[in-house]
């Protein structure tokens, strides 16, 4: 029987298990990637496992979150970051160079390898066919250590792309279309396998787009096969000696294929607060627009920027709206400028932010009060903006161009004929923004300034545990709801103590205070629960608030691991029922909760208060994890001698 692509690439890096779908497995990651928000944690970590050098084939630490530098900190972390990069053998790419993963499709990618990041996001490069997976920077501090990564073996899912797109219909409306039909929890488990004869008529940017926002989904990773637009690609980026020809097999199998005809598609838009909320644009009718952003790493390639550029031309940006754009990388940058196009952009009336996250992590420009936002990004969790109460859609640049012009949500196709993208034949190719480690590494000194605090570790658990229920929340929380980003709370992402006092402060303001005065407790959740980002803050900083169990119906991929990796317990109702008779504030008491982990599928849980006994499920724990968890968490089994 013939394999998947997906099948063949983990096949070639499988170092234990067996890849038939759920059964744990483990592989060797050939590249890392970190970003400063979750970098600084990263590399304290693997700072503790003493080290002289990563063994990775190539690890890529990144600056492009933490961009304000309202104050001494992310100027401090930067620091820091550039000098273990140094140290340790890491590419550094410096604030400017880019977005992490648009910067790594164009310079580090390479088709058939492993690489895991510390952000959501890595599956972006799976757009030029790696097998890139986003986990906590924990995780990726093993891994630039030589060590495998284990999750269970996903399913592959199969998007079969037929026909070709219509004008005005882009590459984000075809990742639009997969929430629209898989949900935002469709993806758990799973790897999206992008195939059919639809498949050539994208570019390597817009198979990046569609990846990218597979995190979205609650994929594992999302992967295209290679062509000849992988070569012309690699070759226009000077690297054509990594192209390798991948595809699936002909009898490759499947466990659901989902056929999606891309002349019948339209453009779309996903609506407050959730990506797969998705409606056809020419249905939303007088939604006033106040901001239009283009940009972020799943719509800032040169051709995104290009378009955007010349439907701009001549025109002016409504007065009601503030328009930024944010070009992905340097290399996008100096295009845009050299090409003209960004002199378009701004006679239009466009504000232009450098290479970075910006405004997609609240990193600045976060709309007015109340403020409806259009954008180019890929999420639109309340608050994640940075103001409470905005309206965030997301949608392709053409749509937020039509947006931005209108003054409100309008169908890019009536901005007339599309316009003819021509790309240039070269482009220049300048890495000075990316610096080599050091050649003599002995001599660097690690530069720490005072807002990095040192790492908190865990207690082992203890035999029984017994605590409030601090917190119940409903399904599809967010890590932007548990430990939200912006320009206010981002910068404490080197300094646990301080960042947890703003653990879930946008759903409960005194959250942080309870959980400290009551000396810990639990949260109980519903489904899909610590969907979105990578970031480990949303479990690191709940465990140092003294969170012991996270209860829900059932959790997202990476939260869950950050969870274990913390020594979290993070258990299931065997009866989602339950949820409902748990209260916020009942008292629980879990006996013998060491024995169960250690040996049992399920453990007790006994409601003092509302004097009713649940089971929670804990089968989904592979020994490795329950032997973490119970040791308190994967530093503390590490250094007991545990791998
Ligand atoms: C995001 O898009 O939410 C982030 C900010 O890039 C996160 C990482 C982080 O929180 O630092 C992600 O996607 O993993
Ligand atoms: Fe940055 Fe936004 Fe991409 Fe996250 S989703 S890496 S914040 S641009």
Do not use: W
């Not at 972006?124 to 269970?152: C, E, R």
């Not at 994640?384 to 392709?396: E, H, M, Q």
């Not at 610590?530 to 690191?540: T, W, Y």
């Amino acid at each position: 029987m013939g394999m998947n692509l997906a099948e063949k690439i983990l096949s070639e890096h499988l170092t234990a298990g067996k890849m038939i779908p759920g059964e744990d497995i483990a592989i060797k990651i050939d590249q890392t990637l970190t970003q400063d928000a979750t970098g600084t944690m990263a590399y304290l970590q693997f700072e503790a496992l003493g080290l002289k050098k990563v063994k990775t084939e190539l690890s890529v630490s990144y600056v492009d979150h933490n961009m304000l530098q309202a104050s001494f900190e992310n100027a401090d972390d930067h620091q820091y970051l550039q000098s273990v990069a140094a140290k340790y053998g890491i590419y550094f790419s410096r604030p400017g160079n880019g977005i992490c993963h648009q910067v790594h499709l164009e310079r580090f990618g390479v088709p058939g390898k492993t690489m895991l990041g510390s952000d959501s996001h890595t599956p972006t490069s799976g757009g030029i066919g790696m097998i890139a997976i986003g986990a906590g920077g924990l995780d990726v501090a093993v891994a630039m250590g030589g060590g495998p990564f284990y999750m269970k073996m996903p399913e592959i899912i199969n998007v079969r792309l037929t026909g070709k797109l219509k004008p005005f219909v882009t590459a984000k409306d075809i990742i639009l279309e997969v929430l629209r039909i898989l949900t935002v929890k469709g993806g758990v488990g799973k790897i999206i396998e992008y195939g059919g004869p639809g498949v050539a008529s994208l570019s390597i940017p817009e198979r990046a787009t569609i990846t990218n926002m597979g995190a979205e989904l609650g994929a594992t990773t999302s992967v295209f096969p290679t062509d000849e637009r992988t070569r012309e690609y690699l070759s226009f980026q000077k690297r054509v000696k990594a192209y390798r020809k991948l595809e699936a097999d002909p009898d490759a199998r499947y466990s659901r294929i989902v056929e999606i005809d891309l002349n019948k598609l339209e453009p779309l838009i996903a609506r407050p607060h959730s990506p797969d909320n998705v409606i056809e644009v020419r249905k939303l009718k007088n939604v006033a627009v106040n901001q239009v952003c283009v940009g972020s790493c799943t719509n800032s390639s040169l051709s995104d920027l290009l378009v955007t550029a010349k439907l701009l031309k001549g025109k002016r940006v409504h007065p009601g709206v503030s328009m930024t754009v944010t070009p992905g990388s340097k290399q996008v940058f100096e295009a845009i400028a050299a090409s003209g196009a960004l002199t378009e952009i701004i006679a239009a009336g466009a504000r232009i932010i450098e290479s970075a996250c910006g405004p997609c992590i609240g990193m600045g420009q976060a709309p007015g009060s109340g403020g409806v936002s259009v954008r180019s990004f890929n999420r639109n969790f309340p608050g994640r903006s940075g103001t409470k109460d905005a309206n965030v859609y997301l949608a392709s640049p053409e749509t937020c161009v039509a947006a931005a012009l209108a003054g409100k949500i309008a169908d890019p196709r009536k901005l007339g004929k599309y316009p003819r993208i021509v790309l240039p034949k070269t482009i220049k190719i300048d890495d000075s923004g990316i610096l080599p480690p050091s050649k003599t590494p002995a001599k660097v000194e690690i530069k720490r300034g005072p807002n990095i605090a040192p790492l908190p570790l865990n207690k082992p658990m203890a035999d029984s545990i017994t605590g409030e229920v601090l917190l119940k929340v409903g399904d599809n929380i967010t890590t932007d709801h548990i430990m939200p980003a912006g320009a206010k709370v981002l910068p404490l992402r080197s300094n646990i103590p301080k960042i947890s006092e703003f653990v879930y402060y946008l759903v409960d303001a005194d959250f942080s205070k309870r959980a400290k005065e009551k000396g810990g407790g639990f949260i109980v959740g519903g489904d899909n629960y610590g969907q979105g980002s990578s970031r480990e803050h949303a479990a690191l900083a709940p465990m140092y608030l003294g969170i012991k169990l996270v209860a829900v119906k059932s959790f997202a991929r990476i939260h869950l691991a950050n969870l274990i990796n913390f020594g979290i317990l993070p258990a299931i109702f065997a009866d989602p029922g339950d949820y409902d008779k748990i209260g916020q504030g009942d008292r629980l008491e879990l006996p013998d909760i060491k024995v169960a982990i250690a040996k049992k599928k399920t453990v007790e849980v006994f409601n003092k208060t509302g004097n009713q006994k649940y089971i929670l499920k804990i089968d989904h724990l592979t020994e490795r994890q329950r032997t973490i968890i119970i040791a308190g968490g994967l530093l503390n089994y590490t250094r007991s001698g545990g791998n």
